[in-house]
């Protein structure tokens, strides 16, 4: 079979059906998980796709933030995506969509409301697992260029000159 001749896993029909059932956050398909408005997507090497969606959303519930989107996230916890993490994220994950159920959902994701989610978290915050992911957002997250702007920071200021000439005094609110 040509590379020509292969079918795709999911068409892009496919894909949008699956983001807009249920209002999905996450749409999880065979190798890849994709934001609800299909404008991205992140492709699994080591981990299984809804492990990676477990893990995005549990991500987005331990660091809030409306204004930034889940590609960030996704950006964010990728580096769990290696064989040899694979194994401590999955019983991670497995461990977290238990607790989930000992709170009468189905699984972590299906948790629908976000109190319920960072219920189940904070039963759990003890672990080392939660200690690792939630250690690994503060630079994974906040160490994206383009997540910056979103919080108003401009970056570095020591190459231009210090903050007294750049923002020192630009307190609008005082």
Not at 38 to 55: G, I, R, S
């Amino acid at each position: 079979m040509t590379h020509q001749e292969r079918k795709p896993a999911l068409t892009r029909r496919q894909l949008l059906a699956r983001s807009m059932a249920a209002g999905a956050a996450l749409v999880v398909g065979p190798g890849f998980v994709a934001g609800r408005d299909a404008a991205w997507a992140l492709e699994t090497t080591a981990l299984q796709p809804k492990t990676m969606a477990t893990l995005i959303q549990m991500a987005r519930d331990i660091y809030p933030h409306d204004q930034v989107g889940d590609e960030f996230y996704a950006v964010a916890v990728k580096g769990y995506d290696t064989a040899e993490a694979a194994p401590a994220v999955e019983a991670g994950i497995a461990a977290l969509d238990a607790a989930a159920r000992g709170k009468g959902h189905a699984d972590y994701l299906s948790a629908g409301w976000e109190k319920d989610r960072v219920a189940i978290l904070r039963g759990m915050e003890e672990s080392a697992f939660f200690q690792t992911v939630r250690g690994g957002l503060v630079t994974g997250l906040y160490n994206q260029k383009a997540v910056w702007p979103i919080f108003g920071y401009e970056g570095e200021s020591f190459s231009h000159g210090g903050y007294i000439d750049r923002g020192f005094d630009d307190i609008a609110w005082l």
